[in-house]
């Protein structure tokens, strides 16, 4: 292909008059070439759009497609590629256009081509997806965790605050708890709460790391934390893990989790009531839950066999029904402290005295309290620790517990 002297140097010997074979003798060129600069040289011969564009998608467009983006979509250059190899792109050897009408198709060839692969990409992935996980009434709850900033009304700057979220799926009833931590006590903690408050489903959902359900290398041995196992044998709390599979696992906790950030953190900040204390940031958020995510949303769901739009507060009046629950007249109420391994390996905690294994010395352990004078030990990875169990630790943990009840009171 001539550069841009060459055709210079063509088109001023032609419009002298000199023959196309005398021009490639000239300059040292093939006649063909000499040709195909002059025929493209006439503007006025170009063909009209309509013509172009029937020709343009009888060609090869894909190729087309590849050589104007590896041009850096360079109007200029992609033209005269298509206008001296025709051939090479699917077209007639007699094939011309000018850059503007090449310019508007491949744009709109470009535009198709990308609308074409966006809509085959989306087709790929819904005929992959899997089904919604239709939740039997009772069956299941969603347990997820969101993180937001917070101004509290009385403090100058944000703080990071976590936000566990909990849904029972079939009424849509919600249930958040905020917190500073992200720990396994913060997990236990807002998990009970939620129990203790609405009821006991069959299943836990979570799909969350280091959260209430453990996952094995397999990914279908499922377990309880052992916090959490220790937190149900206690107080004889029957459910068990669950993880679904497939694209649409979670969207009802993760919808709470976005609508909980975006509107009621948001809610709670233009009130501009909620100072620097998380049990007075809980009674609001569960006062702004009850208002708004109770009554202001409607589900369709079934209740007596009528088929209707429902409130979740309306829907979960029948779930709550089939949900289990704990004896109200029994104290459910869990206690965490953490403790220092001594240099003998004991673990001090008010009257007890308990003998762990000596690679926890000059460590941390987590003491956790039930208030039926049961506890358990964790280490830093939320294991339990094997430890001699004193003959009065039930009594003793009462005890403490009776202490830390009248520090708080």
């Not at 079939?170 to 249930?175: G, L, N, P, R, Y």
């Amino acid at each position: 292909m001539a550069d841009k002297a060459t055709k210079q140097e063509i088109l001023k010997y032609h419009k002298k008059g000199v023959e196309s074979e005398v021009i490639g003798w000239i300059l040292n060129i093939p006649f063909e070439e000499v040709e195909k600069v002059i025929k493209r040289s006439d503007i006025g011969d170009f063909p009209p759009y309509e013509v172009v564009e029937e020709q343009l998608l009888q060609g090869d467009c894909d190729f087309m497609l590849s050589a104007y983006k590896a041009t850096g979509y360079d109007y200029d250059e992609i033209t005269e590629l298509v206008n001296y190899y025709p051939e090479k792109f699917g077209l007639d050897k007699s094939f011309i256009t000018c850059i503007s009408d090449l310019r508007y198709f491949l744009n709109l060839a470009r535009e198709q081509k990308e609308k074409d692969e966006a809509a085959k990409a989306k087709a790929k992935k819904k005929a992959k997806a899997k089904p919604p996980i239709n939740y039997e009434m009772g069956d299941v709850l969603q347990v997820s965790v969101t993180e937001a900033p917070f101004k509290f009304a009385n403090e100058e700057c944000e703080y990071l605050i976590y936000v566990y979220a909990f849904v029972y799926p079939w009424s849509h009833k919600t249930f958040f708890w905020a917190s500073p931590f992200l720990n396994d006590s913060a997990w236990l903690f807002a998990t009970t709460k939620c129990l203790k408050k609405y009821g006991i489903p069959k299943k836990i959902v979570c799909l969350k790391n280091d959260s209430i359900i453990r996952v094995g290398a397999n990914k279908e041995d499922l377990s309880f934390s052992p916090s959490f196992k220790w937190f149900c044998e206690q107080y004889n709390i029957e459910c068990e893990p669950f993880r679904p599979t497939g694209t649409q696992r979670l969207g009802a906790v993760d919808q709470a989790c976005n609508f909980v950030k975006r509107s009621g953190l948001v809610w709670l900040k233009i009130t501009d009531k909620v100072k620097y204390d998380f049990l007075e940031l809980n009674n609001a958020l569960e006062a702004w839950n009850t208002k708004y995510c109770d009554t202001d949303r409607f589900f369709t769901g079934t209740i007596d066999g009528k088929t209707d739009k429902y409130t979740p507060k309306q829907l979960f009046e029948v779930e709550s029904q089939v949900l289990g629950k704990m004896d109200p007249n029994v104290d459910s109420s869990i206690y965490v402290s953490n403790e220092n391994v001594n240099p003998d390996g004991y673990v001090f905690l008010n009257d007890l005295k308990i003998k762990v294994d000596d690679k926890y010395i000059g460590k941390i352990v987590s003491f956790y309290l039930a208030a039926n004078g049961s506890y358990i030990l964790l280490d830093y990875d939320n294991e339990v620790i094997e430890h001699e169990k004193p003959a009065n630790s039930a009594q003793a943990v009462k005890e403490l517990i009776d202490e830390i009840i009248k520090e708080i009171g």
